[in-house]
């Protein structure tokens, strides 16, 4: 049975950026086993190994035949646990219908995160260093709940 974290929002709120600080601080703590790219924007596939246990991760998932690879790969890799990226709306091709149907398949709940949007508020100074401090603080929360679900 796999577990699975979903960071949701709408495209291009920053959802990859939070993945990668938190592959990156998987990274600086644990053994990464595997690592996959999955397109040329940057998204990736990782696999890590937390204190024995399989951890999977994606930044990839807007829609909907963008996490068929990344579960491909989880389940190649036996994962206890993956964290996913999905769109926050149902609809056409969308990808949370497919984190709903992978919930439904492994008999598992998702604990669902969204990705804060500082473009919503009206920020005219450092909006680039509070947006990086922010996620810097989402992907600590996701490191957080990983360790407490393994």
């Known amino acids: 049975m796999i577990k699975i974290i ?12 939070v993945i990668t600080k938190l592959y990156q601080k998987l990274c600086s703590a644990y053994k990464r086993v595997a690592y996959y790219v999955e397109n040329h924007d940057g998204d990736f ?4 190994d ?4 399989i951890i999977g991760v994606t930044s990839i998932g807007d829609r909907k035949k963008d996490l068929l690879h990344p579960f491909e790969f ?5 994962c ?5 990226c ?4 149902h609809g056409k091709d969308k990808s949370k219908e497919f984190v709903e149907e992978k919930s439904r398949h492994y008999k598992t709940a998702i604990i669902w995160y969204t990705k804060a949007n500082l473009q919503q508020c009206n920020t005219k100074y450092n909006a680039g260093t509070e947006i990086d401090i922010i996620n810097d603080i989402q992907a ?3 490191l957080k709940e990983i360790l407490l679900q393994i």
Do not use: P, R, W
């Open 80 to 84: 206890e646990l993956v964290v996913v």
């Open 50 to 53: 937390i204190n024995k246990h």
């Open 74 to 78: 989880f389940d190649y890799y036996n």
């Open 86 to 89: 999905c769109h926050k709306k």
């Open 140 to 142: 600590k929360v996701l």
């Open 45 to 48: 596939s990782a696999i890590f």
């Open 6 to 17: 979903a960071l949701q929002g709408k495209s291009n709120v920053g959802k990859t950026m």
